[in-house]
C-alpha cells in the first residue's frame, strides 16, 4: 500500500510521514522534521455570529470521514450542545447536513459533498484533465497537480498519486508560502510589481528552510526568470527534501495565467538537469490542457 506524504500544498512545510491527514490550519509542524515533539495541536479561532459558527461546522464536515455525533462536532468547534444542535438543524434544513436517526450521528449532505453542478466548467476540467494528468505521472512516476488561480489564491482542481511508496498528498485549498512554492512563485510572476508587493509584504520573507530566498530583489529576479522561461522550480524553499515543478496554464498571446501544472516529488529523486527536462514535458502538457479542454474557456472570466 501507498504511504501518503501529506501536504496542504506543494512545497508546504506542513508535512507529516504518517498515514494521518494534517490539516495546516490547527497543526505546527517541527522544522526539523525528526523531532516530533514540538507539534501542538492549535484549537480553531473563536467564532462569532450564526454564519461564521456554521462555515465553522462546515469545515468539521469537511475534514472528517466518518459520521460524527452531537458531542464530537460541539468538542472540535468548542460549542456548547444547544448552539451546535441549533446550527446542524439549521444545515440539515437546507441540504448541508444529513442526520441518521438510527445512529444519531451527522453526516455531510448532497450541498456540502458535491455543492457545484456536475455540469459546471470547475468538474468538466476535472474530467477533460485527468488523461492528460496521469500521462505526465507515468512518464515521471511523481505526483501531479492540476492548480487553478483563483484571484490571489490557488485551487487544487485534481492531482494524480505518483508511483513512488511516498507520495504528496495535496489539500484543495494550497496555503504553501507563495516563495516557498512553484504554484506560488507562478502565480506572483505575471504580477506587477505593486502587486507582487500586495500580496508578499515587506522583507524579508519568512525563511522556512536553509534555501528560502527572502530578500525582495532575489525573488523578483527569479519572477521575471520564471515569466520569460514559462516554469518555476521550488527545490528545498518550504520543505527540506521536497522539490516541484510547475509550468503554467495560460492561453496563447495573453498576459493572464489560468492556473498551473505541478509535480512534487523527493528533491533526491530529481537531478538538476532533470528539472529542464521535467519542466519541458509538464509545458507540453499544458499546452495540450489549452487545446483540449474546453472548460477552460469559460473559466478565463475568473481571473
Given at each position: 500500500?501507498?504511504?501518503?506524504v501529506v501536504?496542504s500544498g506543494?512545497g508546504s512545510?506542513s ?6 491527514r ?5 497543526v505546527t509542524?517541527?522544522?526539523n522534521k525528526s523531532?516530533?515533539?514540538s ?9 462569532t455570529g450564526?454564519l ?8 468539521v464536515?469537511h475534514?472528517?470521514v466518518r459520521p460524527?455525533s452531537l ?5 472540535e468547534?468548542?460549542l456548547?450542545?444547544?448552539?451546535v444542535h441549533r446550527?446542524?438543524r439549521?444545515?440539515?434544513?437546507h441540504g448541508?447536513?444529513v442526520r441518521?436517526d438510527?445512529t ?7 450541498k ?5 453542478s456536475?455540469?459546471h466548467?470547475l468538474?468538466q476540467l476535472?474530467?477533460?484533465?485527468r488523461?492528460?494528468?496521469e500521462?505526465l505521472?507515468d512518464s515521471t512516476?511523481?505526483?501531479i497537480?492540476?492548480v487553478?488561480?483563483?484571484g490571489?489564491e490557488r485551487l487544487?482542481?485534481d ?8 507520495s504528496?498528498y ?8 507563495l ?5 506560488g ?5 505575471w504580477?506587477?510589481d505593486?502587486e507582487?508587493?500586495?500580496?508578499m509584504?515587506?522583507?524579508p520573507?519568512?525563511?522556512?528552510t536553509?534555501h528560502?530566498?527572502t530578500?525582495?530583489?532575489?525573488f523578483?529576479?527569479?519572477l521575471?526568470?520564471?515569466?520569460l522561461q514559462?516554469y518555476a522550480v521550488?527545490r528545498?524553499?518550504a520543505f ?5 515543478i510547475?509550468s503554467v ?5 495573453e498576459g ?8 512534487t516529488?523527493?528533491?533526491?529523486s530529481v537531478s ?29 472570466q475568473?481571473?
Open positions: 500500500m501507498k504511504e501518503a501536504l506543494e512545510s508535512m507529516s510521514l504518517s498515514r494521518d494534517v490539516e495546516e490550519k490547527n509542524m517541527p522544522k523531532d516530533k515533539s507539534v501542538v495541536k492549535r484549537r480553531p479561532p473563536a467564532a450564526a461564521a459558527r456554521g462555515l465553522l461546522l462546515m469545515n464536515f475534514r472528517e460524527m458531542t464530537d462536532i460541539a468538542s468547534v468548542n456548547d450542545l444547544s448552539t446550527l446542524l439549521t444545515l440539515g434544513e448541508y447536513v441518521d438510527r444519531k450521528s451527522y453526516l455531510p449532505g448532497p456540502a459533498l458535491s455543492p457545484l456536475l455540469f466548467p468538474n476535472r474530467h477533460e484533465a488523461s492528460v494528468l500521462s505521472r512516476n511523481e505526483t497537480a492540476l487553478l488561480f483563483v490571489t487544487v482542481v492531482f494524480v498519486r505518483g508511483n513512488h511508496s511516498l504528496p495535496y489539500d484543495a485549498w494550497l496555503t504553501s508560502p516563495h516557498g512554492s512553484a504554484s512563485k507562478l502565480l506572483l510572476a504580477k506587477s505593486d507582487r508587493h500586495k500580496m509584504g515587506t522583507a520573507y519568512p525563511k522556512v536553509s528560502t530566498v530578500e525582495t530583489a532575489a523578483f529576479d527569479y521575471n526568470q520564471v515569466r514559462g521550488a528545498d524553499d527540506e527534501g521536497l522539490i516541484a510547475g496554464l495560460m492561453h496563447r498571446h493572464v495565467p489560468l492556473g498551473c501544472v505541478v509535480m516529488g523527493a528533491s533526491d538538476a538537469k532533470a528539472e529542464v527536462e521535467i519542466a519541458n514535458s509538464i509545458q507540453a502538457a499544458t499546452a495540450l490542457l489549452i487545446g483540449s479542454a474546453p472548460s477552460l474557456q469559460a473559466l478565463r475568473w481571473v
